[in-house]
T-cell receptor, first 114, second 117 residues
Framework: NAGVTQTPKFQVLKTGQSMTLQCAQDMNHEYMSWYRQDPGMGLRLIHYSVGAGITDQGEVPNGYNVSRSTTEDFPLRLLSAAPSQTSVYFC?????????????FGSGTRLTVV | AQTVTQSQPEMSVQEAETVTLSCTYDTSESDYYLFWYKQPPSRQMILVIRQEAYKQQNATENRFSVNFQKAAKSFSLKISDSQLGDAAMYFCAYRREDGGATNKLIFGTGTLLAVQP
């Protein structure tokens, strides 16, 4: 049971480049989400999905796109990278029906935009 | 909108002693869930303990326990017999009860705990 798998673990981008952070889970979780972690700011929600074909914006969605074509996968796309997007990104998943479950997190992606 | 506040950016404790990390939250809801997550230097987010708001009894997991004060909207984490492996960033988080509509977790800004040998 792999849990939540995020790739890559590290990435350096030049300003203006685009890329996709991959996230896959094998627990049949309906709910998936992307957070960014910045020093002194905790984890902030970027986008989330309550099931295949359904996505919505979180607290800091600008500059990011998501889609959810399958239950397992929830990729995060950076359209045109900016230095302000330098951060650690976490994918997390959960059962929709069990709010006491908490989240299962991926191991994170450290992204640097130069 | 719900908010979660951790007022202690950094804390330090001697090995084998007890430390309490503070967390307060703001909500108008009566049903919700609270969590403490640990993030060691490996960056992995690890669930430490959880509390359902409708349960009056404080949750306990081995050396970790919470002091849940619903009226005061306070949810502190107590670590007993601190160990070197407890050194980490600790995040408090809130999840509202909305019938599964969003399942969003709202995080505090974290408390960095150092354990001195």
């Amino acid at each position: 049971n792999a849990g939540v798998t995020q790739t890559p673990k590290f990435q350096v981008l030049k300003t203006g480049q685009s890329m996709t952070l991959q996230c896959a889970q094998d627990m049949n979780h309906e709910y998936m989400s992307w957070y960014r972690q910045d020093p002194g700011m905790g984890l902030r929600l970027i986008h989330y999905s309550v099931g295949a074909g359904i996505t919505d914006q979180g607290e800091v969605p600008n500059g990011y796109n998501v889609s959810r074509s399958t239950t397992e996968d929830f990729p995060l796309r950076l359209l045109s990278a900016a230095p302000s997007q330098t951060s650690v990104y976490f994918c997390a998943s959960s059962y929709s029906w069990d709010r006491n479950y908490g989240y299962t997190f991926g191991s994170g992606t450290r992204l640097t935009v130069v | 909108a719900q908010t979660v506040t951790q007022s202690q950016p950094e804390m330090s404790v001697q090995e084998a002693e007890t430390v309490t990390l503070s967390c307060t939250y703001d909500t108008s809801e009566s049903d919700y869930y609270l969590f403490w997550y640990k993030q060691p230097p490996s960056r992995q987010m690890i669930l430490v303990i959880r509390q359902e708001a409708y349960k009056q009894q404080n949750a306990t997991e081995n050396r970790f326990s919470v002091n849940f004060q619903k009226a005061a909207k306070s949810f502190s984490l107590k670590i007993s017999d601190s160990q070197l492996g407890d050194a980490a960033m600790y995040f408090c988080a809130y999840r509202r009860e909305d019938g599964g509509a969003t399942n969003k977790l709202i995080f505090g800004t974290g408390t960095l705990l150092a354990v001195q040998p």
